[in-house]
């Protein structure tokens, strides 16, 4: 049984990963702050759904606070690997409250860094870094070599700051270190702060959807399940430290750019319902469109997306309705 830490626990994307360590029979110890950025209700149905297994512990604690973390972390023992999620999400939200960003996306990285680095035997730190690092580069897929020294948005700047701090431990202190680029993931149990969970409920609500920029968008949208199997895949697979001189990174998507209003018919069609549409323009750090190259994830770690929007949408709409007895 390994010990994996996975922070951000009660988030979308941890939720999923801890369920599936978990069922691996991996012990999991989970940790969130359970902010109220958006349902701390549905962060906690989430966390009901992982304290069935007896294999997960879960600390309410805040990644900044280095006291916090390393009390939990000699309180568990030898914790061998960690998955990090935890961070402050959103593009917008970062230009209306951008402390957030600053404390848990940066300070919080720093402190998981130290950890890891001072843990003997520790075998690898996998962290999330996003699309969005890409900013308003034109060339077409994203791949990993290109420049990401442009970010459009707070948040952006705080991933990029990311890869750059683990470069700087991956090379001083020499332990495996994974970053992955995550293309817009949706699926059941997802944010509500995400276009798919606000359409779905404005739909419902007979209330508009705000559509940006006419429309004239595009998104890689990737299904969580198939996230988490590349996340778990290079979780296996340790990087050797010093072999290159870069810590891998890999971009996570779907490999397929999808037009927001084709995602947006799709998600009628698995509603049954017509959105009305309210029409507005591009807003301030948003991304026309994204669109992953996947090729190094596919040869190295054996990633391979199967979920498409057309079946994706519709279990999300099933747990939609499920979750809030429709």
Not at 20 to 45: F, H, M, P, Q, R
Not at 179 to 201: E, H, I, S
Request: glycine share 6%; charged share 25%; with cysteine.
């Amino acid at each position: 049984m390994t010990k994996v830490l996975v922070t951000g626990v009660a988030g979308f994307i941890g939720f999923h990963v801890a369920k599936t360590l978990l069922k691996k029979g991996e012990k999991v110890i989970g940790i969130d702050n359970l902010n109220a950025y958006y349902s701390v209700e549905l962060k906690e149905a989430r966390l009901n759904k992982l304290s069935v297994y007896p294999n997960f512990h879960f600390y309410k604690e805040d990644i900044s606070s280095a006291e916090a973390i390393e009390k939990i972390w000699k309180k568990e023992g030898d914790i061998e690997k960690v998955v990090h999620l935890a961070a402050q999400a959103g593009v917008r939200y970062s230009l209306t409250d951008p402390y957030p960003y600053i404390a848990s996306n940066l300070m919080g990285f720093t402190v998981i860094l130290e950890r890891c680095r001072h843990q003997p035997n520790f075998k690898h730190l996998v962290y999330a870094s996003t699309s969005s690092i890409y900013g308003d580069n034109k060339l077409l897929p994203f791949t990993e070599d290109q420049q990401t020294d442009s970010p459009i948005s707070l948040y952006a700047a705080t991933k990029k700051a990311n890869e750059l701090m683990a470069q700087s431990y991956w090379h001083l202190y020499q332990f495996p270190i994974t970053g992955l680029r995550l293309f817009t993931v949706y699926g059941p149990w997802g944010r509500p702060d995400m276009a798919l969970f606000k359409f779905t409920k404005a739909i419902l609500d007979n209330t508009p959807i705000d559509v940006y920029n006419n429309g004239d968008m595009a998104r890689d949208y990737t299904y969580v399940d198939d996230i988490v199997n590349g996340i778990l895949k290079a979780l296996e697979k340790p990087s050797v430290p010093m072999k290159t001189n870069h810590h891998p990174i890999y971009n996570l998507g779907n490999k397929k750019r999808e037009n927001l209003l084709d995602f947006i018919e799709v998600l009628e069609k698995a509603l049954n319902k017509k959105a009305v549409k309210n029409f507005l323009p591009l807003q301030a750090g948003d991304i026309l469109e994204t669109f992953s190259d996947i090729n190094k994830a596919e040869s190295e770690l054996g990633y391979s997306p199967l979920v498409p929007i057309t079946e994706g949408i519709p279990k999300f709409v099933n747990w939609y309705h499920s979750y809030y007895k429709l």
